[in-house]
């Protein structure tokens, strides 16, 4: 089976700067339909960069994104958006001046067929609790997380790009988050992953590509992990 | 007639009444200046030019069109909008990731031009615009007598004050503006024209300036200065309320104009400089203003 002919996001030879600073020199890196993959390297190899990239928001990009065979390298961020593509920021992004309804609900829909409001309270039942809390910033670090999620999946975006949803979560919170990545691949959701946690990684990934200075340095399928452990101590630097 | 502390009921509820009717107008420009501040982060010092635009189109519309003051009402606010909309996209596009000092000085000499430009055409000497006949004449309330015309402004700047307010905290509509005046560029990956609400935010905001000229132009003539001698106070009610709150800005603007009116009748020497010296104040315990966020 060639690797494009099932690719839903193709990424290749993307290059990024932040002003003169070049940080992604040649990305390559196929995702393929209702698959889980997690990229994976250590702080400041460019993960998030790459991310952003896909997404538009770096605005000084090069090379070539396609969802669906669509190029998206020059589209602005909303533009991506609305061609299918939903974004988790690393920082989470809940906004202060928003209640928790007014952040769950902000993102528009831009295709028919996400998520309706109470499947995502199936995912995330403490989210419904804190419907009527006030400020979206006043829950706690893991709620902000599945709200943060959660908002995505109403839109009806098929591929999410989540930026370490376990970034400074309790473990039993990691949990529950790896429990929803399952869930919404089995749903048919197809999901780009950025962690640096592999043991995290490990339980929900089909494949794993390694970023180092802003290149993908190493790729290999969940089943090669174990093979792969000693490189990948020396990737991330564990 | 009776008296309060030792004022005459009169003119103690006299010079309420014109504080309220100029805390509309404080009220109506801080708000139009804070909305586009929080979207655009760019102090608009064209805000008096624009108020002062929008009485003299409606000077044109009834001079030229015979369009009455209802029609201005709703015309005058689309046609000044418009003319932001514009100013937008020719300049202020190009600023938004410089300091703050740029947007102020282009719009300071907007101002200036515009300013200048009916002034040349127009003298400084003012313009009548009558009171619409619906609301001529007045009412006498007992304790004091009410011009129509006046109580109008009043109400309906209140009326716009709120609407706005609600718009912006209470709707889906506010909820983009409120999240896009957090993070921009999240709210744009979300699948949002960010760049276009931004032109549409300022248009609003000066759209708000052009409505409050119109409804000023019965009471104050309208002249080529109108706007700048409004526009100092303004900026002081936002200093005093703080840049970014929109209840904030209402409240203030309306409370300063009550508290300038109480001035003048107990001391009247005071009336100009009072809001100068609580903006000092207020500049001194609470530098962002007593509605304001700290950056
Ligand atoms: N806004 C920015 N401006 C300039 N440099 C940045 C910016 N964001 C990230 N970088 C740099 O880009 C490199 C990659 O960062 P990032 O993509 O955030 O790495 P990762 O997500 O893998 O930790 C780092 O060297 C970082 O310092
Ligand atoms: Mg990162």
Same mark, same amino acid.
């Given at each position: ?35 889980? !993959?997690? #990229? ?36 602005? *961020? ?18 202060? *001046? ?5 952040? #769950? ?11 309706? #409001? ?42 999410? #790009? ?62 090669? !992990? ?13 | ?61 009834? /001079? ?11 015309? %005058? ?56 006949? /619906? ?89 080529? /200065? ?10 002081? %009610? ?38 100068? %010296? ?18």
């Amino acid at each position: 089976m060639s690797e494009t002919a099932t690719a839903l996001l193709s990424v290749k030879g993307l290059e990024a700067w932040y002003g003169e600073s070049h940080i992604l020199h040649g990305v390559d890196f196929d995702v393929r339909e209702g698959e889980v !993959l997690t #990229l994976l390297g250590r702080n400041g190899a460019g993960k998030t960069t790459t991310l952003k990239s896909i997404m538009g928001i770096v605005s000084r990009r090069r090379g070539s994104v396609r969802l669906e065979g669509n190029e998206l390298i020059a589209r602005s *961020s909303d533009q991506i958006a609305r061609a299918g593509i939903a974004f988790c920021p690393e920082e989470r992004g809940i906004f202060a *001046s928003l209640n928790v309804e007014e952040n #769950l609900l902000l993102p528009p829909q831009v295709r028919p067929g996400g998520l309706s #409001l109470d499947q995502i309270y199936d995912l995330f039942p403490n989210l419904k609790e804190r419907l009527g809390s006030s400020q979206g910033t006043k829950l706690s670090g893991g709620e902000q997380q599945m709200l943060a999620i959660g908002r995505i999946l109403r839109t009806g975006a098929r591929l999410l #790009l989540l930026d370490e949803p376990t970034e400074g979560l309790a473990p039993v919170i990691i949990k529950q988050i790896g429990q929803t990545i399952r869930t919404l691949k089995a749903q048919g959701f197809t999901i780009l992953l950025v962690e640096q946690n592999f043991r995290f990684a490990a339980t929900v990934a089909d494949r794993y590509c390694v970023m180092e200075h802003g290149k993908i340095v190493e790729r290999f399928a969940n089943s090669e !992990l174990d093979a792969n452990m000693g490189k990948l101590h020396e990737y991330l630097g564990v | 007639m009776f008296e309060i502390f030792g004022v005459p009921s009169q003119a103690l509820f006299g010079q309420l009444l014109l504080g309220l009717i100029n805390g509309s107008f404080y009220a109506l420009l801080s708000l139009g200046l804070a909305v586009i501040f929080g979207m655009l982060n760019i102090i608009n010092f064209a805000h008096g030019a624009q108020y002062m635009l929008g009485a003299f189109t409606a000077f044109f519309l009834l /001079q030229y069109l015979g369009w009455n003051y209802w029609v201005s009402l709703l015309v %005058v606010p689309i046609i000044v909008g418009i003319v932001g909309i514009i100013i937008e996209r020719l300049f202020l596009q190009w600023l938004y990731k410089l300091d703050h000092l740029y947007g102020l000085l282009l719009t300071f000499g907007l101002a200036l031009v515009i300013e200048g430009v009916f002034r040349n055409y127009f003298g400084s000497s003012g313009l009548p615009y009558r009171v619409p006949d /619906q609301l001529a004449g007045g009412r006498n309330l007992g304790f004091m007598y009410l011009p129509n015309y006046r109580g109008w402004v009043i109400a309906f700047s209140l009326v716009v004050c709120l609407a706005t307010w609600f718009l912006i905290e209470r709707t889906k509509l506010g909820a983009y503006l409120r999240a896009a005046t957090e993070n921009p560029t999240l709210v744009r990956a979300f699948g949002i024209n960010v760049p276009r609400m931004i032109t549409l935010t300022y248009g609003f905001g000066v759209g708000l300036a052009g409505l409050a000229g119109v409804m000023a132009a019965p009471i104050y003539n309208v002249s080529p /200065q109108m706007g700048s001698n409004l526009i100092i106070i303004v900026f002081a %009610v936002v200093v005093i309320g703080g840049m970014g709150s929109i209840m904030g800005a209402i409240v203030t603007g309306f409370a300063l104009g009550l508290i300038e009116g109480l001035t003048k009748v107990f001391f009247p020497e005071a009336s100009n400089t009072a809001i100068f %010296v609580i903006m000092a104040i207020v500049l001194i315990i609470r530098p962002a203003g007593l509605f304001g966020r700290t950056a």
